[in-house]
């Protein structure tokens, strides 16, 4: 399978929907699927979980972390590539038991609508927040900043 031309990710992103976005064979070496999380929908989070196999993240400017007052998930940061994992959150309202991909897609809405609050979400959740580094890819080559600046590129909150 061909990669695609960034401008064609972003077309798809600002769709509404998912890409599968890779890095270099010597970095991670893998895919994640990649939403911007203004399009989040419980169908959404259903593919990502049944064919993605793992965690559910978000990916979250500095400013927005700082803003829902998201501290560290560890103090010490000793992971090989410094992903930046916050506490993991869960909607603080509108939500059963956290894990359904109903209840995930609304802990996503409430932490990237524009007027969110710390009130908005409890923790510890089933969404795991990724705080990307001011600056996005030019910064850090991640694919949490990139979630971020393709999000912004499209049109998006820079949120994915």
Same mark, same amino acid.
């Given at each position: /399978? %061909?990669?695609?031309?960034? %401008?064609?990710?972003? &077309? #798809?992103? &600002?769709?509404?929907? /998912?890409?599968?976005?890779?890095?270099? #064979?010597?970095?991670?070496? #893998?895919?994640?699927?990649?939403?911007? &999380?203004?399009?989040?929908?419980?169908? @959404?989070?259903?593919? /990502?979980?049944?064919?993605?196999?793992? +965690?559910?993240?978000?990916? +979250?400017?500095?400013?927005?972390?700082?803003?829902?007052?998201?501290?560290? /998930?560890?103090?010490?940061?000793?992971?090989?590539?410094?992903?930046?994992?916050?506490?993991?959150?869960?909607?603080?309202?509108?939500?059963?038991?956290?894990?359904?991909? &109903?209840?995930?897609?609304?802990?996503?809405?409430?932490?990237? @609508?524009?007027?969110?609050?710390?009130?908005?979400?409890?923790?510890?959740?089933?969404?795991? %927040?990724?705080?990307?580094?001011?600056?996005?890819?030019?910064?850090?080559?991640?694919?949490? #900043?990139?979630?971020?600046?393709? @999000?912004?590129?499209?049109?998006?909150?820079?949120?994915?």
């Amino acid at each position: /399978m %061909p990669i695609s031309p960034v %401008p064609e990710l972003i &077309a #798809e992103l &600002a769709a509404g929907r /998912m890409v599968i976005l890779v890095d270099e #064979e010597d970095r991670e070496n #893998e895919g994640d699927l990649v939403l911007a &999380a203004d399009h989040v929908t419980p169908e @959404a989070i259903n593919f /990502m979980a049944r064919f993605g196999r793992g +965690l559910i993240c978000l990916t +979250l400017t500095r400013d927005r972390c700082e803003r829902l007052r998201l501290p560290p /998930m560890a103090t010490r940061n000793g992971t090989q590539h410094g992903t930046a994992f916050t506490v993991s959150i869960e909607a603080a309202t509108g939500v059963t038991t956290g894990i359904s991909a &109903a209840d995930r897609a609304r802990t996503i809405q409430a932490a990237v @609508a524009r007027d969110a609050q710390p009130s908005d979400l409890v923790q510890p959740g089933h969404i795991f %927040p990724l705080q990307a580094k001011d600056g996005g890819v030019l910064m850090r080559a991640g694919h949490t #900043e990139a979630g971020c600046d393709l @999000a912004v590129m499209a049109g998006c909150s820079p949120t994915a």
